[in-house]
Structure formats: C-alpha cells, structure tokens
C-alpha cells in the first residue's frame, strides 16, 4: 500500500477531503521519521 494509497482509503472512511488526509498523514510520517533518529526507537503501530 503506498502513502497514496493511505490517504485516499482514509479520506473515503472519513469523508475529509484528501488535501486535509494529506496534511494529516505527512505530519504523521515526519513525527515518526524523527523519532526514530532522534531517539533511534522502534516504532509499533497496532
């Protein structure tokens, strides 16, 4: 599933628009993305 992917299923379960999903899913992945730079943890998503 690509991050394209992602956005349009969430904007469809949720009726945001995608620009919106976009902003939310981008922010998502930088918050993960330095978390594990900075701190070098694993990241579990359940």
Avoid at 6 to 30: D, H, L, R
């Amino acid at each position: 599933m690509t991050k394209a992917d992602i956005i349009n299923e969430v904007a469809i379960a949720t009726g945001m628009a995608k620009k919106e999903v976009s902003i939310v899913v981008e922010s998502f992945m930088e918050e993960v993305k330095k978390s594990l730079i900075q701190n070098k943890e694993n990241v579990y998503l359940r």
